[in-house]
C-alpha cells in the first residue's frame, strides 16, 4: 500500500521559508518522479517542483529560484525547500509519486498525499 505523508506546513510572513517534507511507503522515492503540486481555493492545482529517478529536476516559472526540489533516498523522503515566499504561494501543497519519468501534469500522477498548508501573510 502507498503512502505519502506531507509535513511542515504552516504560517509564515512574505519573505520567509519552510521546508515541506512528503515521507513515502510503499514505493522508493528514488525509482519514482516524485512531484510537489499546489491548490489555492478557486484555483486548480498546478504543479510546483518534480524530481525523476535520474535526479533530474523541473520547477514551475513562479517558483524558480526560490524553491529546491531534494530527496533523501536513505529516509525515502522528498523535500521542498521553500525560500522568500510570497503570499501568492498560499495554497495546499500536495505530494505525488508515479513510475513515468517525465510526469509533471496532474494527470500522470498515479499516488498522492492528503496535503499540508501553507499560508504566506504580507
Known amino acids: 500500500q502507498v503512502q505519502l505523508v506531507e509535513s511542515g506546513g504552516g504560517s509564515v510572513q512574505a519573505g520567509g521559508s519552510l521546508r515541506l517534507s512528503c515521507a513515502a511507503s510503499?514505493?522508493?522515492?528514488?525509482?519514482?518522479?516524485m512531484g510537489w503540486f499546489r491548490q489555492a481555493p478557486g484555483k486548480a492545482r498546478e504543479g510546483v517542483a518534480s524530481?525523476?529517478?535520474?535526479?533530474?529536476?523541473r520547477y514551475a516559472d513562479s517558483v524558480k529560484g526560490r524553491f529546491t526540489i531534494s530527496r533523501d533516498n536513505a529516509k525515502n523522503t522528498v523535500y521542498l525547500q521553500m525560500n522568500d515566499l510570497k503570499p501568492e504561494d498560499t495554497a495546499t501543497y500536495y505530494c505525488?509519486?508515479?513510475?513515468?519519468?517525465?510526469?509533471?501534469?496532474?494527470?500522470?500522477?498515479?499516488?498522492w498525499g492528503q496535503g499540508t498548508q501553507v499560508t504566506v501573510s504580507s
Open positions: 505525488a509519486a508515479d513510475l513515468f519519468t517525465g510526469a509533471w501534469s496532474s494527470g500522470d500522477y498515479r499516488f
Open positions: 524530481i525523476n529517478s535520474p535526479g533530474i529536476t
Open positions: 510503499g514505493v522508493t522515492v528514488g525509482n519514482y518522479c
